[in-house]
């Protein structure tokens, strides 16, 4: 096993730790946070790797050091232009911009690692990763020089990789694992085994020196309640719960964040989840089992993703591509007032758009650039909102755009 380093433990504590016996311990401070052990009574004892790394006083530390910025301003980034020529220029848009942050892909969308982890990494024997990037750590150290704000990006329940080589992980239809139009599986959000796989790659994520772990993906196919009842698949532990067939896809999809979250806690990330813009509309998008607000309420950061292209005839507007200003607007109203509601919302930092939707046909889209760009993060800023990310498929984002208009 690999050795961990772990701080906040002073070396007065360590001795006195080592020496204990019969005494009661106070794992952490926040003891209504606290894991079920914190006043366990140990006899004998030891320092060690899964004490701390379940102790809420100990985190894990990278080696690496980031701070939050004032505000996140971000872009995407593929395991490709990661790893290729391509990241030089995206560290110097950043560099010579109020841009501060990359959503680097991790876990990318057909379930593969973009990087091939080392021997003895409890990842490496899942045979799943890519040499996208060749070295993930000199990336993150570069961005460490540059004061670059790193988030992994790691895509969950979309998962042909995992689906096809375990179905039983996924949803079977006759006699093969059960496919979308596009060619794609998802593996099951009802089982913990799927919550697990993926919590551990997160935590690898994490020790490597990522300050976030973006989650996307975290919602069932889409439609998925058209095919439920055809569809072979277990319900793991929610097979006997009294919940309606929506609601149950609402539970699994929750608990999966809320663990997750937990298990993220000793490693010192901020956890942030995409979701589908419109769920913040909705009571919960029922096929999918994404509610907005219980999402939020187990989340750091909650990354809607509203780019105007992708709605239909929505908040009054006819052809959303056509008004940037507008639907961005509109939808940062219904969310303030839903994130309002909660005791501790999130962070909001909305996914916009900075690519051009063609395929939705002449008259109704615009060809993006630095005006749509701006008119999206100002609409943003206009209702309080002052943390965005930015996505373009290819990492081709657009020149001279002022990414703090007033």
Same mark, same amino acid.
């Given at each position: 096993?690999?050795?961990?380093?772990?701080?906040?433990?002073?070396?007065?504590?360590?001795?006195?730790?080592?020496?204990?016996?019969?005494?009661?311990?106070?794992?952490?401070?926040?003891?209504?946070?606290?894991?079920?052990?914190?006043?366990?009574?140990?006899?004998?004892?030891?320092?060690?790797?899964?004490?701390?790394?379940?102790?809420?006083?100990?985190?894990?530390?990278?080696?690496?050091?980031?701070?939050?910025?004032?505000?996140?301003?971000?872009?995407?980034?593929?395991?490709?232009?990661?790893?290729?020529?391509?990241?030089?220029?995206?560290?110097?848009?950043?560099?010579?911009?109020?841009?501060?942050?990359?959503?680097?892909?991790?876990?990318?969308?057909?379930?593969?690692?973009?990087?091939?982890?080392?021997?003895?990494?409890?990842?490496?024997?899942?045979?799943? /990763?890519?040499?996208?990037?060749?070295?993930?750590?000199?990336?993150?150290?570069?961005?460490?020089?540059?004061?670059?704000?790193?988030?992994?990006?790691?895509?969950?329940?979309?998962?042909?990789?995992?689906?096809?080589?375990?179905?039983?992980?996924?949803?079977?239809?006759?006699?093969?694992?059960?496919?979308?139009?596009?060619?794609?599986?998802?593996?099951?959000?009802?089982?913990?085994?799927?919550?697990?796989?993926?919590?551990?790659?997160?935590?690898?994520?994490?020790?490597?020196?990522?300050?976030?772990?973006?989650?996307?993906?975290?919602?069932?196919?889409?439609?998925?309640?058209?095919?439920?009842?055809?569809?072979?698949?277990?319900?793991?532990?929610?097979? @006997?719960? @009294?919940?309606?067939?929506?609601?149950?896809?609402?539970?699994?999809?929750?608990?999966?964040?809320?663990?997750?979250?937990?298990?993220?806690?000793?490693?010192?990330?901020?956890?942030?989840?995409?979701?589908? /813009?419109?769920?913040?509309?909705?009571?919960?998008?029922?096929?999918?089992?994404?509610?907005?607000?219980?999402?939020?309420?187990?989340?750091?950061?909650?990354?809607?993703?509203?780019?105007?292209?992708?709605?239909?005839?929505?908040?009054?507007?006819?052809?959303?591509?056509?008004?940037?200003?507008?639907?961005?607007?509109?939808?940062?109203?219904?969310?303030?007032?839903?994130?309002?509601?909660?005791?501790?919302?999130?962070?909001?930092?909305?996914?916009?758009?900075?690519?051009?939707?063609?395929?939705?046909?002449?008259?109704?889209?615009?060809?993006?650039?630095?005006?749509?760009?701006?008119?999206?993060?100002?609409?943003?800023?206009?209702?309080?909102?002052?943390?965005?990310?930015?996505?373009?498929?290819?990492?081709?984002?657009?020149?001279?755009?002022?990414?703090?208009?007033?």
């Amino acid at each position: 096993m690999a050795t961990m380093k772990w701080t906040k433990l002073t070396i007065t504590s360590a001795l006195m730790l080592s020496t204990l016996a019969s005494t009661t311990v106070m794992a952490a401070e926040d003891k209504e946070a606290a894991p079920d052990f914190t006043t366990r009574t140990y006899h004998s004892l030891e320092v060690n790797e899964e004490i701390l790394a379940t102790s809420q006083l100990f985190k894990y530390d990278s080696g690496l050091t980031f701070e939050y910025p004032d505000a996140v301003r971000g872009i995407f980034v593929t395991g490709h232009s990661a790893g290729g020529e391509r990241f030089e220029k995206l560290v110097d848009l950043i560099d010579t911009t109020d841009l501060n942050a990359m959503v680097i892909d991790f876990k990318e969308d057909m379930g593969y690692l973009t990087y091939k982890p080392e021997e003895g990494s409890p990842l490496a024997k899942l045979g799943i /990763g890519q040499p996208f990037i060749k070295d993930p750590r000199a990336v993150l150290e570069r961005m460490e020089e540059k004061k670059i704000y790193p988030i992994a990006r790691v895509v969950v329940f979309k998962d042909s990789e995992l689906a096809n080589a375990k179905p039983e992980l996924s949803f079977v239809e006759g006699n093969g694992v059960w496919k979308n139009g596009r060619g794609e599986s998802f593996v099951n959000p009802f089982l913990k085994e799927v919550w697990d796989y993926n919590v551990q790659i997160a935590i690898e994520a994490a020790k490597l020196g990522f300050k976030e772990i973006q989650f996307d993906y975290v919602r069932f196919p889409e439609g998925f309640e058209k095919r439920a009842d055809t569809l072979q698949y277990s319900m793991g532990e929610y097979a @006997d719960s @009294d919940l309606d067939p929506v609601q149950r896809r609402v539970e699994a999809v929750t608990d999966f964040v809320a663990y997750a979250r937990e298990q993220l806690k000793p490693y010192d990330v901020e956890v942030s989840v995409d979701i589908f /813009g419109y769920s913040a509309t909705l009571p919960e998008a029922p096929g999918i089992g994404q509610n907005f607000s219980r999402i939020s309420e187990n989340v750091d950061v909650i990354s809607s993703m509203i780019y105007p292209s992708h709605w239909t005839s929505y908040f009054g507007i006819a052809k959303p591509d056509l008004e940037p200003y507008k639907l961005v607007s509109e939808y940062a109203k219904v969310e303030n007032k839903k994130l309002g509601e909660l005791k501790d919302p999130p962070v909001s930092r909305p996914w916009l758009q900075d690519f051009t939707a063609s395929y939705l046909g002449a008259g109704n889209y615009l060809n993006y650039g630095k005006a749509e760009v701006e008119a999206q993060i100002r609409a943003l800023h206009d209702n309080g909102i002052d943390e965005y990310l930015l996505w373009n498929a290819g990492n081709s984002y657009s020149p001279g755009v002022d990414y703090t208009p007033e």
